[in-house]
């Protein structure tokens, strides 16, 4: 079993920076970089959404952005860390949301997202 720990949130301002990370633990062991992970959000009363998402081919990184975010969101990988990060520059009120990691082929229990708030 695995499960995934997401941090990082606040509140912050219209045009301010966050960075969450995602860690994932439990029966992964030392192969967290065959999956394709992937950062998302939800909305009070919206579905959840994808935002990012990673894989890593060789020593390659594959990345693929939603449009709403292309330009101001980073997704990057330790996978010596077992962890994914999502950098969020320039936010908008419009990315208030839970914010959540997975795993995108075969999602695992779904963790605990870390509270992303913008407001002035």
């Known amino acids: 079993q695995v499960q995934l720990v997401e941090s990082g949130g606040g509140l912050v301002q219209p045009g301010g920076t966050l960075s969450l990370s995602c860690a994932a633990s439990?029966?992964?062991?030392?192969?967290?970089?065959?999956?394709?992970m992937g950062w998302y959000r939800q909305a009070p009363g919206k579905q959840r959404e994808s935002v990012a998402t990673?894989?890593?081919?060789?020593?390659?990184?594959?990345?693929g952005y939603a449009d709403f975010v292309k330009g101001r969101f980073t997704i990057s990988r330790d996978n010596a860390k077992n962890t994914v990060y999502l950098q969020m520059n320039s936010l908008k009120p419009e990315d208030t949301a839970v914010y959540y990691c997975?795993?995108?082929?075969?999602?695992?229990?779904w963790g605990q997202g870390t509270q992303v708030t913008v407001s002035s």
């Open positions: 439990g029966s992964i062991g030392s192969i967290f970089r065959i999956y394709t």
């Open positions: 997975n795993n995108v082929r075969s999602p695992w229990d």
């Open positions: 990673i894989a890593s081919v060789g020593t390659t990184d594959y990345i």
